[in-house]
């Protein structure tokens, strides 16, 4: 009897994550409803069998996506368009495959990711706006946006980032290389964009109430730095909504796809 062959296929993936729990099914925990639990519901009714679905990138509750990457294994004989048409079909309208590809059987879409880009938007102005509120962060005077500069120039590169850490018991390094942050403002809206080799939870929310402390005059530029040396959570800035974060991009050394 011939055995079937097993196949790695990648999932590009955009989702609005305000109803969500976050990213990742949680073990005991069946109630909670997140992206990972939906993608795996749908898997599940195209397979005929349970499915369990890997991600680049645990986003946080009401966090959302433009670019998450995930990969399934299947036996399944469909074509890659054909699974990327079903379970566009058979998800929530706020979870959409972008693009479905076969991988080689050793990609891992967390496991070999190299860079994580995240976004985080706030929207400036007297009156909150009703259809923008779900998406932003909000302010109502446009913070100092070349003192953040200065601020975030500080982070650049491999530090250690423990104040900017919610998690005090973290057994895992908080070593990370920030590759790039950039901050565009006008007069409605700010957007930070940061680029490194991995984030935590929380993460990239502490960093951009950090970055508008400075930018409301309640921190200066120059005490980010000493936050990298003393690693001092309680001087950090707070850890603002997850409303305003988007995962944007995942990167690898290779676009993954076989050659």
């Given at each position: 009897?011939?055995?079937?062959?097993?196949?790695?296929?990648?999932?590009?993936?955009?989702?609005?994550?305000?109803?969500?729990?976050?990213?990742?099914?949680?073990?005991?925990?069946?109630?909670?409803?997140?992206?990972?639990?939906?993608?795996?519901?749908?898997?599940?009714?195209?397979?005929?069998?349970?499915?369990?679905?890997?991600?680049?990138?645990?986003?946080?509750?009401?966090?959302?996506?433009?670019?998450?990457?995930?990969?399934?294994?299947?036996?399944?004989?469909?074509?890659?368009t054909e699974i990327?048409?079903?379970?566009?079909?058979?998800?929530?309208?706020?979870?959409?495959?972008?693009?479905?590809?076969?991988?080689?059987?050793?990609?891992?879409?967390?496991?070999?990711?190299?860079?994580?880009?995240?976004?985080?938007?706030?929207?400036?102005?007297?009156?909150?706006?009703?259809?923008?509120?779900?998406?932003?962060?909000?302010?109502?005077?446009?913070?100092?946006?070349?003192?953040?500069?200065?601020?975030?120039?500080?982070?650049?590169?491999?530090?250690?980032?423990?104040?900017?850490?919610?998690?005090?018991?973290?057994?895992?390094?908080?070593?990370?290389?920030?590759?790039?942050?950039?901050?565009?403002?006008?007069?409605?809206?700010?957007?930070?964009?940061?680029?490194?080799?991995?984030?935590?939870?929380?993460?990239?929310?502490?960093?951009?109430?950090?970055?508008?402390?400075?930018?409301?005059?309640?921190?200066?530029?120059?005490?980010?730095?000493?936050?990298?040396v003393t690693g001092?959570?309680?001087?950090?800035?707070?850890?603002?909504?997850?409303?305003?974060?988007?995962?944007?991009?995942?990167?690898?050394?290779?676009?993954?796809?076989?050659?």
């Amino acid at each position: 009897m011939e055995q079937e062959r097993t196949r790695n296929i990648k999932l590009t993936l955009e989702y609005d994550g305000s109803r969500y729990a976050g990213w990742q099914r949680m073990a005991g925990k069946e109630r909670m409803v997140t992206i990972q639990s939906k993608l795996e519901e749908a898997l599940e009714k195209m397979e005929g069998k349970p499915v369990e679905v890997i991600g680049a990138a645990r986003t946080e509750p009401g966090a959302h996506a433009y670019g998450q990457i995930a990969n399934f294994h299947t036996t399944s004989d469909m074509s890659v368009t054909e699974i990327k048409q079903y379970l566009n079909r058979y998800l929530p309208m706020d979870i959409a495959v972008l693009e479905a590809c076969e991988m080689p059987n050793r990609f891992h879409s967390s496991y070999l990711a190299k860079e994580f880009v995240y976004e985080y938007r706030v929207t400036i102005g007297e009156v909150p706006s009703v259809f923008e509120r779900k998406y932003n962060y909000y302010c109502f005077k446009r913070p100092d946006v070349e003192k953040m500069k200065k601020a975030a120039a500080y982070l650049l590169g491999g530090h250690d980032f423990k104040a900017f850490s919610d998690n005090r018991k973290m057994k895992k390094s908080t070593v990370r290389i920030m590759k790039d942050i950039s901050i565009y403002a006008d007069d409605r809206e700010v957007l930070f964009t940061f680029t490194a080799d991995d984030f935590w939870p929380h993460m990239v929310r502490i960093l951009v109430g950090t970055l508008l402390a400075v930018g409301k005059g309640e921190m200066a530029p120059e005490a980010v730095e000493r936050l990298l040396v003393t690693g001092d959570r309680e001087a950090a800035g707070e850890t603002i909504e997850a409303r305003g974060l988007f995962l944007t991009e995942v990167r690898y050394e290779t676009d993954g796809k076989e050659s």
